[in-house]
């Protein structure tokens, strides 16, 4: 316990799971300490508008000392757990000192990495996308590729190269980051740059049979053919062999030359979750008990991507992790006031994705709907879902201030 009576909670991780934990939880019943290398919760799902300018970066990003002001925000990486002594280590995620902290309680929220399947060069050539750096990766190497392609006199086959980006993965985020690009490309660079947007292309690479695998048919075939229309080519059933600093080499033997490679193909556990010494499903996350406790482990939670939960265990989406979060407050709550936690129950709203040109996916238990209006609806859902006041009235106006005046071509 704390000098002031409240037992000690650390959370680690700031993401949909950590940030809805930690606004669930009240400042009576616990000393609270966040612990996370960003300080800010991003909202993932506008990330791909994010790299296209549709959104401003700060747009969807929400300070965490702004919103969470009843807990200590710690800037690091947790690294490992001294169980005897209840210690998390960590290292300061600016100057990199180590340090540790003091739990009664932990929770884990850590999220998940990107897998590369062991594909030579994707760590080194490819662009990840998790994360606001990413993003703003994307959008300065998709304008330096025009920039490049632009100067009198450049090389012809350079620029067929240069304009071609490839995204590696046909899940949500692949087909989405695949879709901005292509929006800004008819969108914007057409008219920045006439001659070449014609030549650009944009190349959606998937190992498996189909894109968006967790949508229903119907509307998984509605935006391979909406892409298609688009001129968005595909690839399935194309496995990537390799990603070379200039190419795309696929199991078919295929090389695409490319400027930019994002690779958007799955996930891993962080070396934090292995290092944990819990134990862990075929995927890599953590085994937790029907309220989110680590078996083996008393003082131990864990939530959102990190954490295998349910049976089967529930899909790793912002949904999920969102209500595991406000799950864990009333847990801990029921801990700290002498109750039995109750099970966590998972409330499926559906799926949505944007696939371009302003139509979006809606896949809802009973509700399956495409085009237009679906895209009106993604938009409010993502609106409305937003953490903060501030998030929906900057995305609002990015929204606005993009239709009126176009996407900001800056460079920098
Ligand atoms: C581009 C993109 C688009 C997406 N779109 C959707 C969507 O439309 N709908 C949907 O349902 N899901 C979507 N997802 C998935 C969704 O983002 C994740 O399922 C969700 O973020 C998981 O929440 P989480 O809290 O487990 O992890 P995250 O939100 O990833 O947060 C993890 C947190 O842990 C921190 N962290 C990591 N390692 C450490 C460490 N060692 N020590 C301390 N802190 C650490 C991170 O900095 C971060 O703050 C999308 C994902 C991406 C990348």
């Not at 947007?197 to 967790?214: D, K, N, T």
């Not at 048919?217 to 399935?236: C, M, T």
């Not at 609806?377 to 201030?401: I, M």
Request: net charge positive; glycine share 10%; hydrophobic share 50%.
């Amino acid at each position: 316990m704390s000098g002031a009576g409240r037992p000690k909670l650390v959370v680690v991780g700031c993401g949909f799971a950590g940030y809805s934990l930690l606004r669930g939880l009240r400042r009576e019943h616990f000393d609270v300490t966040l612990v996370s290398p960003r300080n800010y919760f991003l909202f993932t799902p506008l990330l791909p508008s994010a790299a296209t300018g549709t959104v401003e970066f700060r747009s969807i990003v929400e300070p965490a000392r702004r919103r969470l002001r009843h807990v200590r925000v710690v800037e690091g990486r947790a690294v490992g757990v001294d169980w005897p002594r209840r210690r998390l280590a960590a290292e300061a995620a600016v100057g990199g000192a180590s340090f540790e902290i003091e739990f009664d309680q932990l929770v884990v929220a850590v999220g998940a990495e990107t897998a590369t399947f062991g594909v030579p060069g994707a760590v080194e050539n490819a662009i990840a996308f998790t994360e606001l750096e990413h993003a703003r990766a994307v959008r300065r190497r998709v304008l330096e590729q025009f920039a490049r392609a632009d100067v009198p006199g450049a090389d012809e086959r350079a620029i067929a190269a240069g304009l071609t980006f490839v995204v590696c993965g046909g899940g949500p985020t692949g087909v989405e980051v695949a879709a901005e690009i292509h929006d800004l490309i008819v969108g914007e660079l057409k008219r920045a740059f006439p001659p070449l947007a014609s030549r650009a292309r944009v190349v959606l690479v998937e190992a498996g049979p189909r894109l968006l695998a967790s949508f229903d048919d119907a509307l998984a075939d509605y935006a391979a053919r909406h892409f298609r229309r688009e001129g968005i080519e595909l690839r399935v059933d194309s496995p990537v062999a390799e990603v070379r600093a200039e190419a795309v080499v696929l199991a078919s033997g295929e090389s695409i030359a490319t400027g930019l490679v994002v690779w958007a193909a799955g996930t891993a556990p962080s070396a934090f979750v292995r290092a944990l010494g819990v134990e862990l499903d075929r995927a890599g996350r953590i085994l937790t008990a029907a309220d989110l406790r680590v078996p083996g482990r008393e003082h131990l939670w864990a939530a959102g991507d990190c954490a295998a939960l349910g049976d089967p265990p529930l899909p790793a989406t912002a949904q999920v992790a969102q209500q595991a979060g406000a799950h864990l407050a009333r847990a801990l709550v029921a801990v700290v006031t002498g109750r039995e936690p109750e099970p966590f129950r998972f409330r499926s709203f559906g799926m949505l994705a944007y696939v371009g040109g302003s139509r979006a996916l809606v896949d809802l238990p009973g509700v399956k709907w495409s085009g237009r209006w679906a895209w009106f609806f993604w938009r409010s859902v993502y609106l409305t879902k937003l953490v903060s006041f501030a998030n929906k009235a900057k995305v609002l106006f990015d929204w606005l201030k993009a239709r009126l005046f176009g996407r900001d071509l800056a460079r920098f």
